[in-house]
């Protein structure tokens, strides 16, 4: 696990019904003595490190129980920053990413006029920061790892098999 993709995830198929697997999950997690934070709706469960130990990059896993015609469940897992951190970094990819096709635009626009391209350079530098964004993503994915690594043992602890990470 010292290498992930924009998001960690797994994929595993139970033989448990939906209903019987998150409420072996959720029994499982708040048996656990670390108090890890557990959120509990039909179909879906939330699991969050406890707070005395959560920080800005903290993860959490979402877990997705879906139904199977032939019986069993599909749990889809994915491991992904809190909201707001989710939130900051997909406007910042959304605005820098709005700048710099704009800046593009005009700096080509420029170019076919035989003008000065002065938009390309705010292209150049709206691309620099969208690098600068996906590296400082990284670096808080890297930092929150161990705490991927906890949750990920808690679920597979809960459902007594082991999945791995893609």
Known sequence: MSSFG???HFSQELTLAPDAAREKLVRAVQADEEDFEVKSFPGFVCLRIPPAERHFWSPRLNVSLEGRDEGGTRVEGIYGPNANVWSLFLYGYLIIGSIALFGGCIGFAQRALDKSCWGLWIMWV?????AALWILAQFGQKIGAHQTYRLHQLYESAMGRTEDLH
């Open 6 to 8: 924009f998001r960690p």
């Open 126 to 130: 709206a691309l620099g920061l969208c």
